[in-house]
């Protein structure tokens, strides 16, 4: 997507940006568990996570929505951000996406503090504090995809 490169970029650049980072770290963590525990990866997501998709699971199931009965990349989907990011950095799992990423908690952490900012102040229709706010996020979305590409291609290829 050009609008990555690009430092003059629409709205709805901005808008699909935060979507595309948050879609790649759902991928990521859903690769890394079934990496990581095979087949049985579910039995590992940390009990807090498993049990906070429970409502939206049901939710769906109320709306008619397939594919929701096994454990899949759409359980990902269903959790809140700061779910996903706790499974992300468990004690479990942390090392594994550390080596992928290739970076520390910590450098985590910052960057998705200001993603996880940006995008729920975008997604819940709250205007950005500033300019250089707005930047900042775009700015870190666009860190955090790079990391998880690279990420994404490791799995692959192991």
Known sequence: MQFIESDKSSSEDKFNLLIMTEKLYRQLAFQSYVKVHGKN???SVPGKVRESITPKLEE???K????????SINYWNAMTLGILRESIITKQMWPHFEEL????????????????????????????QSHQHLQQGVSTA?????????????????
């Open 60 to 62: 769906w199931r109320k």
């Open 101 to 128: 990423l290739g970076i520390s908690l910590g450098t985590f952490e910052t960057n998705w503090k200001i993603f996880a900012d940006l995008r729920n102040t975008t997604f819940h229709a709250n205007d950005p």
């Open 142 to 158: 666009k860190i955090l995809i790079s990391y998880a590409r690279v990420a994404i291609q490791k799995l692959n290829e192991k």
């Open 41 to 43: 990866w579910w039995k």
């Open 64 to 71: 008619g929505r397939k594919n929701i009965e096994k454990p």
